[in-house]
């Protein structure tokens, strides 16, 4: 069984002690998500050699590297909107240098020698308002229609990856682009230009990488607004889940090929609204987040100045012309940037003056809140300086590094929080079996919550793993059966990870009736449990016996906690026992109590951790080792017992009782 096939684990007993492993563990663990997960998404895109000058395309090898483009390598035509034909017939008119001053209606050419036979790949972003693309005279890609004025153009934005074979003749890559909706007019972008497995490549390891994020922060915000449910006195739940919500946006927002395979109607002014606002509404929340985490002592005139702000700032951008609000992008900025410095210099105050803020939590807030203000100026600064900066979003970035280091953050707090109610808890505290009982019930929740948080470490880490495995098979052009298997154990981690969200929103709605016990069908509780046990089963390739005797009588007790005790035992017989036969029976063979049994013939248990099994930490498999006492204290809460037998290489024999529901005995409890 998982919590009991392990060695045991000592437990700290002096302060000293707890606090120092506590530290560490908190610091290998903050050590982990700063180096990964920014190599995950900012150093994922250096893959392509950037290319400014059309002499270092001469011999460029496309089949070992991809070529980004910079638009200063094609022949310009400014103010002109021309076709292959006009080339052809020399109707065009000559060319001239590309400067930085931007046009509003343009035309693009860039002929090629390239090995004939062989595909490539052309790969970019047409966000400029209107675009179409001619690879030797076919037209490959479109957004919108470009046109000579604002009034016969269609704006549209879309990302494109278009194929062609080289012939034998040069290749020519001719585009037009209209940009009147922006008030600078805007810029062609840059290119990625290879064969075609690079940039097939290159397009797949992006939508992991923007699958990651996006399934990440999602799942966070799902826990958190979870978590809120359950304390709704810590606001700053409710806020980092909003949070949460806010940088999956923006990742949705501006990976366009996303939305056109989510919502293929998807305008493109409504996605150039959300990126906007996704930037301003980041920031807000960060702070209202930092507020609730610093107990609301920030300066008043900060956080309603930031909340006017975006209020105004979503009205300009949800009701004015498209091109007005672009226009005041230089405002924007530094609006942003006067409230990050506030935010930054607001925190460094409150620590000062309130020794109580020093703690490791609050410390945390204000290093990932200083990282994302570093992380937007090294955004504008490397972008101006070299143009291969472009496809890389810090901003972004920052935000992932904050969530998960905020992660950490907002469980020290809680835990705290939780630590500082505990011991008002026992001070006051009354020698009745009432308040015994509501003791033991938060006592059970808390342990319920760090269960949840422990089991999801395991599919997350899984996840990142195959995730990381996939990415590299892909960037080496060797996708394989094995690649389709990472991409299905990841699925079936995600689905662990939703049943894991789905049984603490289960336990979030139950908690307020988990203080007295109702009636219980016990034929119905162990059908629930079948149901949600059986892709666990199915894993280990184990059957399930169930026997219940006839006419067994309801148990009084809380359905959602019997089934989660169900759920453990069951879980750790699976695991332990692979193609066998688990045995769960429920009788009424002791008077006024209904036993329930559940048997395997798997590996048994160590004598040498027998004894202590239903103590907290002790493990063997690698487990939390919080199952089986979560279920002994779900047990006694209602006047039942627990008991174990088990021969090592034999099996486990796990017998636990619950009384019988009596109207007048559940009356008088009641009462």
Known sequence: MSETHKKTTAQPTKNKTSKTRYSISAIVVLSLVAILFPMIIIFISFQAEYINDKAQLNNFDFGASIAYISPTIFDHHPNALYTPEDFANGSTTPPSYLNNTAQNFATYRLV?????????????????????????????????????????????????????????????????????????GGRLNHLHLGEQHLITAMN????????????????????????????????????????????????????????????????????????????????????????????????RFVVRGTLIYFVIDICITMFSPIYFFTGLSD???????????????????????????????????WITGTANILLGFA?????????????????????????????????????????????????????????????????????????????????LYTMSGYAQLTERQITAGTVTEDTKKNLRVITEEAGRLSELVERLLEVSTAKAEASSPIRVSV???????????????????????????????????????????????????SRHADNSVIYLHAENTIPEMVTFVVADKGTGIHPEIFG???????????????????????????GGTIEIDSKLGEGTVVRFTLPVYLEEKSHKHSN
């Open 112 to 184: 090629l020698d390239l090995d004939e036979g062989t595909v490539y790949g052309l790969s970019g972003y047409s966000a400029t308002f209107a675009m179409a693309l001619w690879v030797d005279g076919v037209a490959l890609a479109t957004a919108g229609v470009p046109g000579n004025s604002l009034e016969n153009m269609t704006p549209s934005a879309n990302y494109f990856t278009v194929y062609f074979t080289a012939g034998a003749a040069a290749t020519e890559i001719i585009i037009q682009r209209s940009g009147f909706v922006h008030v600078s």
């Open 379 to 459: 955004e504008i600064t490397l972008r101006l300086a070299n143009p291969l900066f472009a496809s890389i979003n810090f901003m972004l970035a920052g935000a992932i590094i904050f969530v998960f280091i905020n992660t950490i953050a907002l469980a020290l707090n809680f835990h705290r929080a939780e630590d500082t109610l505990h011991k008002e808890r026992l001070k006051n505290i009354e020698a009745d079996e009432t308040n015994k009982m509501l003791a033991k019930l938060s006592t059970l929740k808390t342990n319920f919550l760090a269960d949840i948080s422990h089991e999801m470490k395991s599919p």
């Open 612 to 638: 202590k099994i239903f103590e907290r930490g002790v493990t063997g498999d690698g487990s939390s080792g919080l199952g089986l006492p979560i279920c002994k204290e779900a047990v006694e809460i209602y």
């Open 523 to 573: 034929g119905d509780i162990i059908s629930r449990a079948v149901a949600l046990c059986s892709p666990m089963l199915s894993t280990h390739a184990n059957t399930l016996e169930v026997h219940i005797q006839e006419s067994c009588p309801p148990v009084a007790a809380n359905p959602d906690m019997i089934l989660q005790v169900l759920y453990n035992l069951l879980g750790n017989a």
């Open 204 to 299: 797949n390891q992006n939508h992991i990488r923007v699958s990651m994020m996006i399934g990440v922060t999602l799942l966070a915000a799902l826990l958190f607004l979870s978590m809120y449910l359950f304390f709704r006195n810590q606001l700053q739940f409710l806020w980092f889940s909003a949070v949460c919500i806010t940088i999956a946006i923006r990742a949705i927002a501006m990976d366009y090929e996303i939305i056109m395979t989510l919502l293929p109607d998807f305008n493109w002014e409504l996605k150039t609204r959300l990126v906007h606002l996704s930037t301003s509404g980041y920031v807000a929340l960060v702070l209202l987040y930092a507020n609730a985490m610093f107990q609301n002592k920030f300066n």
């Open 331 to 365: 405002f924007y900025n530094v609006m942003l940037m006067l409230i990050a410095f506030a935010f930054f210099f607001n925190m460094i105050w409150l620590m000062v003056k309130n020794p109580a803020l020093k703690h490791i939590e609050y410390v945390l807030v």
